[in-house]
């Protein structure tokens, strides 16, 4: 889409998703920052489960994301509060900031990079600026209340380098709606989700000024920002510049315009409507209670966050985890608190089925080192991904997501062409015959073979399919089955 020159909401609406993001099927999520440097949240449960359970305000005590941690540690009475006193004292976050920065100054970002690769990750979204206010980059942007922090090393664009040369497209995350760094907010009410998104032409120019930079210096082929975008600029003629320089970029849902300004009377309401949602939380119906972010008026795709579909979506999206319950690391979390590699493969599998793409969070430690319990699960990742990758990257949902076998196996379909991958999400189907229910035969296959093994037995009874499993199968979380030729539906 070269020479792009959209600069309305009408005009972007006609944009199509390109290509190599449906083909992507797997990304990796980089967060990393002086939350790096405590790398502490409580033990927990998802975020979406926390918050169903306890509102708004038992979230931010225990609030799993320790990302957050420049918020978690002032609420009172948090237990990330009770931490920090016990292993930092009266330390500041801006003490965490310079630690970073050191230890991210000889990191290795190369072997970062291919750790990344291995996985089978077509592309990597980092964090250039989260919620704590902190670029990773150069930035020549002045701060709208004269702080700021400027790194000694332009982690941006040599990581941007480093993926690049390992063969996967960059991302970049930007934190539009929250910057901590432009107030003293303390979030811990219902109402702090609204009221900690500055409504002040100053940050409105300053996230503008900052996001155009990145995309000026790095041209990101996924530009994903946060919570929402301060109100009062012209943010359909930044999707369109963003366009004219990345013709295949995409940008994310999260981009809901806020209020250019906040009136006392705006703030007033707001806390009053805060404070019946904590009072009323548990008569209240459960579609109100889930971690959702209303979509802006443009987006290439939508955003997941620990929460996947029942059926095929028709438009793109992407589910987006943490390893373990926090996208940052936490060094807090133990073995079981992290997603098991066959729970990873199948829901990674389940999310392709239904026009999705998976958006792995990963913590590395301020050196960029990825601790040894989070390398194992991106091994294993990696390892199946090696054997079955054709039949995720590249394919398409079938006609129907879902299926089973006559023995209750569940199966996940996609396809390419002429041929249609039925993944059995199991380490252990069993061997002999299975018939895959829901698939009928009009004209039989011409091959049918088990991935990382080879061609098996097929026949046809009745228009049903069967497949002949064999007694031994690889040690693996899930087996795809190849089905080339014939005519199948549901």
Known sequence: MTGYHASSWDALAEREVPAWFHDAKLGVFIHWGPYSVPAWAPQSTDIDALLTAKGARGLYRANPYAEWYRNSYRVPGSATQAHHRAVHGDREYDDFAAEFDRAASTADLTQLAG??????????????????????????VPHPKGRGFRPTRDLVGDFASAVRAAGMRLGLYYSGGYDWSVHDVVMRHNADALLAMPADPAYTAYAEAHVRELIDRYAPSVLWNDIGWPGGGNLAQLFSD??????????????????????????????????????FWPLLPQSVKSVEFPSSKHSDFATAEYRSFAETRTDKWEYT???????????????????????????????????????????????????????????????????????????????????????????????????LYATLLSADPGSGIHELQGVTVRTPPAECAVLGIGSQPVRVDDARLRIAVPERLPDSPAHVIRIRGGVLVP
């Open 115 to 140: 750790e990344l690769r291995e996985t089978g990750a077509a592309y990597v979204v980092l964090t250039s600026k989260h919620h704590d206010g902190v670029p990773l980059w150069h930035s020549d």
């Open 242 to 279: 963003y366009y004219r320089r990345v013709p295949e970029g995409v940008v994310n849902d999260r981009w809901l315009e806020g209020p250019a300004r906040r009136t006392r009377l705006d703030t007033l309401k707001t806390r009053v409507i805060g404070r019946a949602a904590e009072l």
């Open 321 to 419: 985890r943490g390893i373990g319950h926090s996208f940052a690391l936490n060094r807090a979390e133990r073995g079981e608190d992290m997603v098991g590699i066959q729970e990873l493969v199948h829901g990674f599998v389940d999310v392709v089925s239904k026009n999705g793409n998976l958006l792995l969070g990963v913590g590395p430690a301020p050196d960029g080192s990825i601790p040894a319990s989070q390398l194992h699960i991106l091994s294993g990742l990696g390892t199946w991904m090696r054997t079955n990758e054709e039949a995720i990257t590249g394919t398409r949902p079938w006609l129907t997501a879902e299926g089973r076998t006559d023995r209750g196996v569940p199966v996940r379909f996609t396809h390419r062409d002429d041929v």
